[in-house]
């Protein structure tokens, strides 16, 4: 086809399209899973519940925090029964639209309800790709994958993709702020594991990016993700960092992981309702730590494969639950971070299918912040340099929805259709021509080649086409050129934190 | 885990949980591609375009219909000029609601806005399994395929799955009647190949339903698809195919089939506009053949490969334009298809994300009927058995999310949550112990064994789990019971006509 080779030459000359992935709205309508009555039912369980039954709290500093800001405690089961009054109060001061800064302006984003970003897959132990395999998870793949996660403008947080297990504990929060800031300028990750880890990364972050203590606590530079452990206990290092991190003006994503029919009730209403419970008291510990720090709402409810046990992901009930969550989120008003996710143990069909279900279960249900959204295997077991490149197809696919009023317009080509008789084509219109460049979405791994030329070329099916691309990244050089005074600064501080016994995580 | 061990083997003895897949509401939030005023714009355009520019019509009988409903004809040039009264007029008379009757009341459908009813792929040449490999299509595929649609409940049509190339044309139509009447109970499809083939097809249907020729044509029993020739032609075939089912009281699904910046504008709204165009034409000939006459909206628009001029399905303007053709179908109130499908060659990641992709634009589109929803590849020149399954995983779980008020419920669970103390669990909850074999979605492919098992059962991907699941519905006997009278009167009509030499297509 005579236009289609003419674009083609062009288009690898100078391709000359280029749609904004970075800042996302989300443009779809939100679906319910329960009436309002029913949210709002939910919402005053939740309340009911941390007033009546409590929760437990096993850091003594947090349990002061409740019974200074008027919570029952009972110090001998540890268990911290919270005043609704307490807990809206909270709500009323959490933030709504949350700023956070990237290592540059235009990678910085708003946490808020409407805005969408995306992550990839978080925190696995294991790494995998076609041609090493299965592996315990190194710091080789952590800086690997974080390369990947910065190459991707879908991308707009970097999570702790895999556990660099080659990485001494004591010494990995060091590894990891050092990789966050060499390779990449979107916005880092700091792990709750206990003060002394918190407070360094801090340090090296603030020191990193020429932030004074007072600079540093006046905005959001970074996160920390949230578990609390279901049912009903927010355990030490989880206490801890929600304390930490709201002193230091940073953002905590509060995430209980209740699946149900394991550590939450088997419903979909029950499950979120006990989700929605130990979030409050989360959020509720940020705010009387430090009224108006950034916190994020947020759930990962899924279920169980009653046959199993196993926990899975993408299924019509995740799918709900987010949902649901969603729901609770608008109620409360905070923005909120809902996940995807696969069981699957390869990157096949089930688990493209499965992340992208639950892909769509997070945009209906109006998430802020999508996580595990690509690369995520074997229920968070495993991240997969190929999915992470087939799931962002999908989130660049989406984004072009997002971005649909720049790129697409309404132009209804009528000169066009009169030009066209019946029977012609519209290859060669001034319409077509003016726009073939730039009108369509390229993709990223799909082959569009008809069955014989893919055949000529080896079947390749996408997974292996994957292969080449997260190769091709990252055979080039790193695109960050970090600042060589603050990267040095960083160096120094990290070679005496070693020498000096590096810090410990704390249990 | 124990609770799950007994959870097995209660639902391999007797598996308890059955939703109803037959009759699908769409639950899912209709989204718009452009503003209420663009679609008027556009619905205004269409109107224009028909009276002003005008539609070739290859067929004389329907130039001759258009002519004394009122359009304007031009003989030499075949072109039809047809004004916005009669299109109006023919929009006022095109049922809203559609009742069409499968071979059991329980197979009935209804096609009206808000009902959704799935497809697997439909007029491949091409089939395609892990066993044998990629083919024409034969006698046996179509069978074979018919027979897996039946298995389905979440499929609701047989479309014409592929071509059984292996069978002459002139005597296609009658295998493919006597199988679908022969294997399945779904409401069946004729394609429009010409009045003879259309005739001996009502015949036969109407024969072996028992059906008077009144009683035939007092209600749908059957359906074809009808594509235009973009742009702006209708050909011998279809017009033939619109006014013989239209006499006949029996269903025409019109869709334009237009492809961005190939034979349709290259901007979504351009391209819509020429579909709603040709749409709107071919509604008309319907309404003015017979007032009230059946006819469902529909569309089927995609993009090109800019780069290599191949048709392309489950992109970011696929499902942009089915979201402006949903908008269109609203404002003119009639049920309408859209389609999903795949550009891929093999059933991989690829095939996978853009079925669901496309099916979500689909949903999110309010489609009535949703076309190649499994199975089809490349574009639609194969249809893959294992496709075919892997696909319907999705939809199954689609319709769990349709049906999840019968399911689901918003049961709390707040007992539930009184009874587990923090740290505890709820497996052994009388909560969990009630709903446990009947609250979760059971998948088709889906293997939620972890990483270790998964490896000693071999590494299985969807995909090769997908041919054993094919393989062992077509291993048990049909579980249609045709009546032996019903069969044996069909079997003498095909022989007779058979031997009067069959019936040509027309073209």
Sequence with gaps: MRKGRKARQASDAAPARKVDYRNLKNPFPQMKAFSDDH?????????????????KVLLPEARDAFRKAGAKVDESTEMVFIGREIVQAALASAP?????????????????????????????????????GRRP?????????????????????????????????HLRHYATMDAQLRLTDKVPFVFSRGTPQVEQSFEMLAGFRGLSDDA?????????????????TIDIPMAQGLIDFAKAGQVSI??????????????????????????????????????????????????????SGAPVFGTPEHFRASLAAGQLARLIGLPWRSASGSAANSNDVQAANETQFGTWGCLMAGATVVIHAAGWLEGGLTVSYEKLITDIEVLQMVAELCAA?????????????????????????????????????????????NFGTWTERGETDATTRATGIWQDILAQPSPIKPDDNAMGQLQDYIAKATAAGGAAPVS
């Design 405 to 449: 009023g720049e790129t697409g317009g309404a132009d209804l080509g009528l000169d066009a259709i009169e030009d066209v008789q019946p029977g012609g084509h519209f290859f060669g219109t001034p319409h077509t021509m003016a726009r073939y460049q730039t009108e369509f979405y390229e993709p990223l791994v799909a082959d569009y080649a």
């Design 216 to 232: 540093f606590h006046a905005g959001s530079q970074c996160y920390t993700i949230i578990n609390t452990n279901s049912p009903r």
């Design 39 to 55: 949210i709002a039912t939910m919402h005053e369980a939740a309340l009911d519940m941390l007033e009546r039954l409590g929760i």
């Design 137 to 169: 998870g190194t710091w080789e793949d952590y800086q690997d994958l974080t390369r990947l996660t910065q190459h991707f403008d879908v991308l707009h947080m970097v999570p702790p993709l895999v556990e660099p297990q080659d990485i001494p504990m």
């Design 254 to 307: 509060v995430t209980p992981f209740t699946l149900m029919g394991a550590m939450a009730p088997i419903t979909v209403a029950g499950a979120i309702t006990l989700s929605h419970t130990e979030a409050l008291a989360a959020i509720t510990l940020t705010q009387i730590t430090r009224e108006g720090a950034p916190v994020c709402y947020g759930t990962f409810t899924s279920n169980v494969d009653m046959k």
């Design 96 to 132: 709504k639209s949350i700023p956070v800064a990237g290592g540059a302006r235009d990678r910085d984003i708003v946490l808020e309800l409407g805005n969408l970003v995306f992550q990839p897959g978080a925190g696995a132990p294991h790494a995998s790709d076609r041609i090493k």
